[in-house]
Every structure is written in C-alpha cells, then in structure tokens.
C-alpha cells in the first residue's frame, strides 16, 4: 500500500549540518543531548501549531431569535446588516439571461461598507451590475482590475455611495458595497448571460447559491526561506475564504426567492428540480414559469432544474446567431446520432479515485462511497482496476492495476466501506498518482480515471496544469458530490482530461446518474471530430474539438462578418464515418450569442495560458481585449459603480462588515474546521490587511482559521530544551 504522509511544512535535509559529526575527542553520545533539544527546537519552531478556534473569541453574540447581533466597543448589541437574495432568470432556448437581486439593510446607527462572497454558474458571462439607492440607479462601468479598486477606494473615503464586482473565480465572485447610512437598504443588481448544458435529452439550468469553504494548501514555507519567489499555491488565499456560520448554533441566512421562465423553443415533457421543491406554471405548450414552493429558501445548496422534450420533439441541431456591433455570432448545438451498431466491448483499465477529506463528511461521504461501488460492481471480467483514497494524504489500495476478480472487488468495497471523512483536501498528489500510466504505450486497452469529490479547493491552478502535462492515454471523468460543488474545477478538469462531468446533488441520484456516466465509459466516443466552414475568416471556440460520449451534444460557438455559407461536422462513431452539414443562414435569432463567445474564448486564453499554449502576457493581453469590448467581469476586469454625490458627513466613521455564509447543506461544521479541542481541517488563510474603517462582522460567525500561531511559545520552549540538552552534557563530562 503506498501511502503519502501529510507533511505540508517539511523538514530541510541536517546531512550538512555541523552537528552530524563530532569535534574530535568528544564522545559521540556526549552531544546526544544537545543534538535531540536542537532538533525539537526546530521542530517547534516550524511545525504549524494548531489554529486557535476563533469562536472563543468571537465577540459577537445572538439573541434567542436567532437575529445577527454585533457588539461595538463600550456600546450594547445590536442588529447585523443584513442580505438577501432575488433570481430571476429567462431560459431562450440554448441561452439563459439572469439578474440576481442583492439587497444589504443597514440595522444599525453606523454607516456601513458591506463585503461579501458569492457563487455564479463557472460558465457565465457577467457583463452588467447596477446599485439602487432609494431612487437613483447607478450603472457600473467595466474597468481593468486595479483601476475599478482605485475609483472604488477614493468613492468609498469620500463618503459616496459605491459598489464593485470582482471576479476571483470563474465561479466566485466578491461584492463590496460602501457607505450604506443607518437603516438603509441599498440594491446590488448583477446580470449575466450563461449557455444551457445538454446530455442525453435533457436540458439542466444550475444556480450556485452558495459559496462553499475552500483548502486552500500551505504554502511551501521552508521551501520560500531558502529559495526566495517559491510559488504559494493559492496565492489569493485570503479573497476567497469568508466567515461561516456554524448550522447548530445559528439559522441560516441570505433568503432566497427565484422565478425562472422557462421558453424551450420544442414542446416540453417533464420539468423538475430534484434540489428543491417547484411550483410549476403552464404557460404554453414550450413555456413554464417555476418559482420555489416555499416562496424563499436558505442559500445552502445548488438550484438545479431540468427539462426534456415531449416524445419526438427533442432537436437533433440548434443553430442561433445575434448581431453584435458590426458581425454576426453563431451558436451551433449538434447531437451525433447514437451508433446503430456499437463496437466490441474494449478491456479498460479504471482507477477510482475518492475524496475522503473533512468538507465530504456527512452525506457527500455516503453518496461518494454508493456511487464507487456502483463504478466497481460494473466491472467486467476483463477490465482492471485501482482504488485511491485521499484527504490531506492518500493510500493506492493496490501497488497496481489488478484484475476485476470477485476477490479484488470484495477487498476493494471493504476499502470504500472503511472510509471515514476527515482532514485536509491535497489532491493534487492523487490526481498526480492516478494518471501516472505504468505502460503508456499500451494499445487495446482504454485507460480511465473516475475522480469523486466535492472539489472544495482553492489551488485549481495547480490541478489544470498537472492533467494537461501528465494525462497521457488517460481520460479524465469528474464526478461532482454534494450540494455545493466546484463546478469550475470539475467542468475544467473533465474537459482538460478528455472526459466528462457528472454531477450529483443528492442521494436517490447516485444510482441513475452513476449508471449514466458508466454507460459512457463503455461506449464508444465520437472522435476525430473536425469543424470546417466554407466561409474564411471565421473565429470559432473551442478552436480543438472534443471527444464526446453517448448523449453528449457538441456545442460550438464562432464570429464571423456574416452568418453565410456552411459548417460541415465531421467525425467517427463506433469506428464508422459521420457528417453532418449545417447551412448558417438558416440560423435562428438568439440572444447573448455574442457574449458566450467571447466568455468561451476567455475561458480558452485562460486554459493556453496555464498549459504553457501562450505565454501570460499575450494571454493576458488577449482576456483584456476581449473583456473590455464586451463589457465582461473576468480576472483582469471589474464592475465599478459610484454615486456623483458624498453621502456619509465628514466626520463620520465607516464600520466594515464581511457578511458570512451557510455551511453548505449536508456538510458536518465540526469534520470541516474542527473543535474547540481540536485543529480546523481547513488550512489558515493569512490574515487581511487591517482596513482603516472599524472592523465589525456577523455574530456567531465562524472566521476561516488564521495563520496566528503560538510561534512564540514554541521558540521559548525550544530554547528551554536547548539549554537543559546543554546542562546535561556539561554533567556528564564533569562525571
């Protein structure tokens, strides 16, 4: 069994210390002493101490309501700022366009800047923010990153209204807003345009309502000591971390209503939402309104609805094209038939990988060990297979691939059955050990990797890179557990690793989508897919095709002067020939067109640039462009909005306040950040500057652990066992 020890702050090498060998004459256990207190010195001195639990001193307090209090210094408590949330989104066709409503109430007598953390959808083009306050509306402008924060800043010390979007994440995004007065409320309104995914005829439209905690692992500490520059992993860490509130000790917050109006374009058969309960109202035949049956909801979990054609309804082609300043972009969504003939059965060799960290306790841990015993009881007799299990370590259950035989399989499911939920998230040294491919030029065999996990990480970075440089022959299939998952990871990962992403929210899913996804895996993909226009000059993404599965549609997007001429799709299924020939002036109007090509593109530069494809200034220079022609929220651009007028009195303190987040639904509070008596499992965030505004947030909410550590203390002690190491030796030499 191999196994990788949980060592983030490793020791450097003592072989050249002076201490390794003895001055002559001295008897060598004369410096034992000595040599043992140095090196627990060391030891104390760099080993991470564990992170104070920052409820013990949280100086924030809850009434028997539940009702968010803050208590100010020589003042009585009083009510917390609160947020709330509206989403009201229009589903045409392929497209979405949605406009999520963030209302901030001021409940106490100070003016206020409010932060806070949230989620989008990873695919979704966010070009449009407004900030209402009482009957003025103010439309933000997209600026390069630095400079949106500088008009930001001056707005915000000159007493005037403000607001500005960034983007941390392709999926996670941070609103501030500042100068809100004494029991105001002031509107944040975000827009964005997001395509609609497909698989097997049927239609999914995902709202992230929540923001789940990420690990975030060290930085290489020792390592930046003796090599100045060494990378840190996460290196804004602190802009994606927020207090959380702990489930047994608080409610949760941030209401959430939603109204979706559903227009199809075919007539519609089943619409459902297997993460919350709907009402649905018939509006036509291909139209529906759904809004939640409880009118408002907590924001602690996915929003997913789904929809499938009636019986024969279901579109083998969509081809949509918008005018945009100047040009025409084109939309294409084509479904390769299913092979009427399916090739022989191929041997494969799957290695499952299973996350077992502490934010998969609870039931993301059972429905992760359901679905990889559902993986390996579809095993064949010729396939082989591998088990790796990971948290802040990880075990290879076998030292390599062995045959499906009853006697592996029953070892293996005793393995999965075992496995408890705890620790950190490492997964890159996994992902590392499950692409590692012992005969990478091995032929007639498919070589598979299925990755379960919730994907609460903060290093994406570092995962991306790894699978386009060491994947090989493999192909990549991530499997998305939980109620909160990182879809960017997940989507990115699977599309980098050639495979495909499957999601599930809860548990009376595991089953079904288990089986669909295995189902892929023993098919035959659709590969050597080519796009060609008859038409030059066309721009189009993903400028590489991919393979497909069974039921996968494969969605293009291109600009070009205008939509004429045609596209020609040419690929194999099964081993057989297929085409298909689309004419681009039959195209129907769409809208957003324009931008999802140009999110598409982004997100293209941003993958060449991680992968070594361009270098990160033309990468850079590339997003930048795009970005500011249309008006897009991404890592180099963000969405300022300011009020011409001052609004706070001279004189007048600004109190912060960083709004915190539910605990994502179905996660355990105490398997993810620990105890009072115990370490958080998380790693500490390094801790934010000091803002000049008195600092106040929350109550009862529990801060990511902090990188404050009892160094000191150690230091001392290490000193202390130094000195008695040396009394010591002097004893023994005078005897």
Same mark, same amino acid.
Do not use: C
């Given at each position: 069994? $191999?196994?990788?020890?949980?060592?983030?702050?490793?020791?450097?090498?003592?072989?050249?210390?002076?201490?390794?060998?003895?001055?002559?004459? $001295?008897?060598?256990?004369?410096?034992?002493?000595?040599?043992?207190?140095?090196?627990?010195? +060391?030891?104390?001195?760099?080993?991470?101490?564990?992170?104070?639990?920052?409820?013990?001193?949280?100086?924030?307090?809850?009434?028997?309501?539940?009702?968010?209090?803050?208590?100010?210094?020589?003042?009585?408590?009083?009510?917390?700022?609160?947020?709330?949330?509206?989403?009201?989104?229009?589903?045409?066709?392929?497209?979405?366009?949605?406009?999520?409503?963030?209302?901030?109430?001021?409940?106490?007598? @100070?003016?206020?800047?409010?932060?806070?953390?949230?989620?989008?959808?990873?695919?979704?083009?966010?070009?449009?923010?407004?900030?209402?306050?009482?009957?003025?509306?103010?439309?933000?402008?997209?600026? @390069?990153?630095?400079?949106?924060?500088?008009?930001?800043?001056?707005?915000?010390?000159?007493?005037?209204?403000?607001?500005?979007?960034?983007?941390?994440?392709?999926?996670?995004?941070?609103?501030?807003?500042?100068?809100?007065?004494?029991?105001?409320?002031?509107?944040?309104?975000?827009?964005?345009?997001?395509?609609?995914?497909?698989?097997?005829?049927?239609?999914?439209?995902?709202?992230?309502?929540?923001?789940?905690?990420?690990?975030?692992?060290?930085?290489?500490?020792?390592?930046?000591?003796?090599?100045?520059?060494?990378?840190?992993?996460?290196?804004?860490?602190?802009?994606?971390?927020?207090?959380?509130?702990?489930?047994?000790?608080?409610?949760?917050?941030?209401?959430?209503?939603?109204?979706?109006?559903?227009?199809?374009?075919?007539?519609?058969?089943?619409?459902?939402?297997?993460?919350?309960?709907?009402?649905?109202?018939?509006?036509?035949?291909?139209?529906?309104?759904?809004?939640?049956?409880?009118?408002?909801?907590?924001?602690?979990?996915?929003?997913?609805?789904?929809?499938?054609?009636?019986?024969?309804?279901?579109?083998?082609?969509?081809?949509?094209?918008?005018?945009?300043?100047?040009?025409?972009?084109?939309?294409?969504?084509?479904?390769?038939?299913?092979?009427? *003939?399916?090739?022989?059965?191929?041997?494969?060799?799957?290695?499952?990988?299973?996350?077992? *960290?502490?934010?998969?306790?609870?039931?993301?841990?059972?429905?992760?060990?359901?679905?990889?015993?559902?993986?390996?009881?579809?095993?064949?007799?010729?396939?082989?297979?591998?088990?790796?299990?990971?948290?802040?370590?990880?075990?290879?259950?076998?030292?390599?691939?062995?045959?499906?035989?009853?006697?592996?399989?029953?070892?293996?499911?005793?393995?999965?059955?075992?496995?408890?939920?705890?620790?950190?998230?490492?997964?890159?040294?996994?992902?590392?050990?499950?692409?590692?491919?012992?005969?990478?030029?091995?032929?007639?065999?498919?070589?598979?990797?299925?990755?379960?996990?919730?994907?609460?990480?903060?290093?994406?970075?570092?995962?991306? *890179?790894?699978?386009?440089?060491?994947?090989?022959?493999?192909?990549?299939?991530?499997?998305?557990?939980?109620?909160?998952?990182?879809?960017?990871?997940?989507?990115?990962?699977?599309?980098?690793?050639?495979? *495909?992403?499957?999601?599930?929210?809860?548990?009376?899913?595991?089953?079904?989508?288990?089986?669909?996804?295995?189902?892929?895996?023993?098919?035959?993909?659709?590969?050597?897919?080519?796009?060609?226009?008859?038409?030059?000059?066309?721009?189009?993404?993903?400028?590489?095709?991919?393979?497909?599965?069974?039921?996968?549609?494969?969605?293009?997007?291109?600009?070009?002067?205008?939509?004429?001429?045609?596209?020609?799709?040419?690929?194999?299924?099964?081993?057989?020939?297929?085409?298909?020939?689309?004419?681009?002036?039959?195209?129907?109007?769409?809208?957003?067109?324009?931008?999802?090509?140009?999110?598409?593109?982004?997100?293209?530069?941003?993958?060449?640039?991680?992968?070594?494809?361009?270098?990160?200034?033309?990468?850079?220079?590339?997003?930048?462009?795009?970005?500011?022609?249309?008006?897009?929220?991404?890592?180099?651009?963000?969405?300022?909005?300011?009020?011409?007028?001052?609004?706070?009195?001279?004189?007048?303190?600004?109190?912060?306040?960083?709004?915190?987040?539910? +605990?994502?639904?179905?996660?355990?509070?105490?398997?993810?950040?620990?105890?009072?008596?115990?370490?958080?499992?998380?790693?500490?965030?390094?801790?934010?500057?000091?803002?000049?505004?008195?600092?106040?947030?929350?109550?009862?909410?529990?801060?990511?652990?902090?990188?404050?550590?009892?160094?000191?203390?150690?230091?001392?002690?290490?000193?202390?066992?130094?000195?008695?190491?040396?009394?010591?030796?002097?004893?023994?030499?005078?005897?």
């Amino acid at each position: 069994m $191999l196994s990788l020890p949980h060592s983030p702050l490793p020791l450097p090498p003592h072989s050249r210390s002076p201490l390794a060998h003895p001055a002559p004459g $001295l008897p060598r256990n004369l410096l034992l002493g000595p040599l043992i207190a140095l090196l627990l010195a +060391l030891i104390a001195g760099i080993t991470p101490a564990r992170a104070q639990d920052s409820r013990a001193q949280d100086s924030r307090v809850q009434d028997g309501s539940g009702t968010l209090l803050l208590r100010f210094e020589g003042g009585a408590p009083v009510e917390a700022p609160r947020l709330k949330a509206d989403a009201a989104i229009t589903v045409s066709g392929p497209t979405a366009r949605a406009t999520i409503t963030q209302a901030f109430r001021n409940t106490t007598s @100070e003016w206020v800047e409010g932060t806070y953390l949230f989620p989008l959808p990873e695919d979704a083009a966010v070009d449009t923010m407004k900030l209402v306050v009482g009957d003025r509306v103010i439309v933000a402008d997209i600026r @390069e990153r630095a400079a949106a924060r500088r008009v930001y800043e001056a707005a915000k010390a000159e007493g005037k209204a403000a607001a500005l979007t960034e983007q941390q994440r392709p999926n996670l995004f941070t609103n501030a807003v500042a100068n809100i007065g004494p029991g105001e409320t002031v509107l944040v309104q975000i827009a964005y345009q997001q395509p609609v995914r497909s698989s097997a005829g049927t239609y999914a439209l995902r709202l992230p309502t929540v923001a789940a905690p990420r690990y975030s692992p060290a930085p290489p500490a020792v390592k930046a000591v003796v090599e100045r520059g060494a990378a840190d992993p996460v290196p804004d860490r602190e802009k994606i971390a927020a207090p959380v509130l702990d489930p047994a000790r608080h409610a949760p917050i941030k209401p959430l209503t939603l109204t979706i109006d559903l227009k199809a374009g075919f007539t519609l058969g089943q619409v459902r939402s297997a993460t919350h309960a709907v009402r649905i109202e018939e509006r036509s035949a291909s139209e529906r309104r759904i809004t939640l049956a409880d009118g408002a909801t907590a924001a602690d979990r996915d929003f997913e609805l789904t929809w499938n054609a009636a019986p024969g309804e279901a579109p083998s082609i969509g081809l949509f094209r918008e005018r945009v300043a100047g040009a025409e972009a084109v939309l294409a969504v084509v479904t390769p038939p299913e092979t009427a *003939s399916p090739a022989a059965s191929v041997p494969r060799d799957v290695v499952f990988v299973i996350d077992n *960290s502490g934010s998969m306790g609870g039931a993301s841990m059972r429905q992760a060990k359901a679905s990889l015993l559902i993986g390996l009881d579809r095993l064949g007799a010729g396939d082989r297979f591998n088990v790796i299990r990971f948290d802040h370590s990880f075990d290879t259950l076998f030292p390599d691939l062995v045959p499906a035989d009853a006697g592996h399989l029953m070892r293996a499911k005793s393995f999965v059955a075992g496995l408890q939920a705890s620790g950190g998230t490492e997964m890159l040294a996994p992902l590392q050990a499950a692409l590692r491919d012992a005969t990478p030029e091995e032929t007639g065999r498919l070589r598979q990797v299925v990755f379960l996990t919730d994907g609460a990480i903060g290093n994406e970075a570092q995962i991306f *890179s790894a699978i386009a440089t060491e994947r090989g022959r493999s192909r990549l299939f991530m499997v998305g557990i939980g109620s909160a998952p990182n879809g960017y990871l997940m989507r990115h990962a699977a599309e980098l690793g050639r495979g *495909s992403f499957t999601q599930i929210d809860t548990p009376d899913q595991v089953t079904e989508r288990m089986r669909a996804l295995l189902v892929k895996l023993e098919s035959p993909a659709v590969t050597d897919l080519t796009a060609t226009f008859s038409e030059p000059g066309i721009d189009v993404t993903p400028a590489r095709l991919p393979d497909l599965y069974r039921g996968e549609p494969l969605t293009l997007s291109a600009r070009m002067g205008q939509a004429r001429g045609t596209l020609t799709l040419t690929g194999r299924i099964g081993g057989q020939p297929w085409q298909t020939q689309l004419h681009l002036d039959a195209a129907q109007d769409g809208t957003g067109i324009g931008k999802l090509w140009a999110r598409a593109k982004i997100a293209e530069a941003e993958t060449a640039r991680l992968t070594g494809g361009l270098t990160a200034e033309a990468a850079d220079a590339a997003i930048l462009r795009l970005a500011l022609d249309y008006g897009l929220t991404t890592r180099l651009t963000s969405l300022v909005a300011v009020d011409a007028t001052p609004r706070r009195p001279a004189g007048m303190r600004l109190a912060s306040t960083e709004l915190p987040l539910n +605990l994502p639904a179905g996660w355990d509070f105490e398997t993810v950040f620990g105890t009072q008596d115990e370490a958080p499992q998380l790693p500490p965030p390094p801790r934010r500057a000091a803002a000049p505004a008195t600092q106040i947030a929350a109550a009862q909410a529990v801060a990511l652990p902090q990188t404050a550590t009892d160094f000191e203390i150690r230091a001392w002690l290490g000193a202390l066992l130094l000195a008695l190491g040396l009394v010591l030796s002097r004893r023994r030499l005078a005897a």
